[in-house]
């Protein structure tokens, strides 16, 4: 069965600096996709970040990396340059067999 | 390119009622999946859908169907509303292969704040 696990509820980050956030993944499945996204106060889901399981590059996309340890079945999401836009739930996802499972969410709170 | 739209965005109903729910994927997209969110259980997968044809579900009461339509617009369906029912639902549609992996990158849509009384 897939399981997706963030083990932080809650980090604080000051503002303009970097913060990782993690997650971990189990699948039996060779081909699956990881996903980020954030979720502000209002409910929208927004999509930051996207990794393949074969990808042998970790992902970028702007502020946004992801820390892709496939051995450790580890995918973190690092944030650079913290902006107090960024306070949010961040959850992680995983793709596979036509359904995506979430994780239970990182709550970030930025400090000025 | 507009984005998921989700009507109504907000709902309340009383006990036993039913309660339907639209979601007007992003132009193009063809796969439309469905998500119960609650404080409780976090976010929950529901169903998903491709070309009117529901691929997989997830582990939820034969109360939760959908459908969807050949435009690839989707709707779901809760009958016999219970309080726990009460949630904020999202739809989230994508397009099959727009990545390296061939995965789905999922965009969703608001959401709909369901509340149950």
């Known amino acids: 069965a897939q399981k997706i696990t963030q083990t932080q509820p809650g980090m604080f980050v000051q503002e303009k600096e970097a913060v990782t956030l993690d997650c971990t993944y189990d699948?039996?499945?060779?081909?699956?996709?990881l996903f980020w996204y954030k979720q502000p106060s209002s409910g929208e889901m927004i999509f930051l970040i996207y990794?393949?399981?074969?990808?042998?590059q970790n992902a970028t996309e702007g502020r946004y990396s992801l820390n892709f340890q496939k051995a450790r079945k580890s995918a973190n999401l690092v944030i650079s340059a913290s902006q107090l836009g960024d306070s949010a739930m961040y959850f992680c996802a995983m793709f596979g067999g036509f359904k995506t499972i979430f994780g239970a969410g990182t709550r970030l709170f930025v400090k000025a | 390119k507009a984005g998921v739209t989700q009507t109504p965005r907000y709902l309340i109903k009383t006990r036993g009622q039913q309660v339907t729910l639209s979601c007007s994927p992003i132009?193009?997209?063809?796969?439309v999946s469905w998500y119960q969110q609650t404080p409780g259980q976090g976010l929950q997968f529901l169903f998903e859908?491709?070309?009117?044809?529901?691929?997989n579900k997830g582990n939820f009461p034969g109360r939760f169907s959908g459908r969807q339509f050949s435009n690839s617009r989707s709707e779901m369906n809760v009958s016999t509303l219970e309080l726990g029912d009460s949630a904020l639902y999202l739809c989230a549609s994508s397009l099959p292969g727009q990545t390296s992996g061939g995965q789905e990158t999922q965009y969703f849509g608001p959401g709909t704040r369901l509340l149950v009384l």
């Open positions: 990794q393949g399981s074969y990808d042998q």
């Open positions: 132009s193009g997209h063809r796969s």
């Open positions: 859908y491709f070309s009117e044809t529901q691929r």
């Open positions: 699948t039996s499945d060779p081909s699956y996709g």
